[in-house]
Nanobody
Framework: VQLVESGGGLVQPGGSLRLSCAAS????????MAWFRQVPGKEREFVAA????????NYSGSVKGRFTISRDTARNTASLQMNSLKPEDTAVYYCAAGLSGPSSTKDRYDYWGQGTRVTVSS
């Protein structure tokens, strides 16, 4: 199984980015997919998750209303649309897949990508 994130970069405050997670070795529609983020010296924190078959979503309070998680079954990818970005959103963002969810707990996810860096700065 491999998860590969893309779409990170430098964006100004108030801007938008769309992160993608390309999966191989698993079918994203049959897994709960999630995004976590981490800054140096801090624990990896939950951002958003979508349940198996895409019925339920879960968001951290800090991103709710600004970020949207989705999946594209034809492309076998999961995405995170990030709007109204703030400097505090700066982090490395990780994609994860698991069989239970949409959990905010890291231990519920079995597979992880290598991360993509997002920097929000003027």
């Amino acid at each position: 199984v491999q998860l590969v994130e893309s779409g990170g970069g430098l964006v100004q405050p108030g801007g938008s980015l769309r992160l993608s997670c390309a999966a191989s070795g698993l079918t994203v529609s049959t897994y709960a997919m999630a995004w976590f983020r981490q800054v140096p010296g801090k624990e990896r924190e939950f951002v958003a998750a979508i349940s198996r078959f895409g019925i339920d979503t879960n968001y951290s309070g800090s991103v709710k209303g600004r970020f949207t998680i989705s999946r594209d079954t034809a492309r076998n990818t999961a995405s995170l649309q990030m709007n109204s970005l703030k400097p505090e959103d700066t982090a490395v963002y990780y994609c994860a897949a698991g069989l239970s969810g949409p959990s905010s707990t890291k231990d519920r996810y079995d597979y992880w990508g290598q991360g993509t860096r997002v920097t929000v700065s003027s």
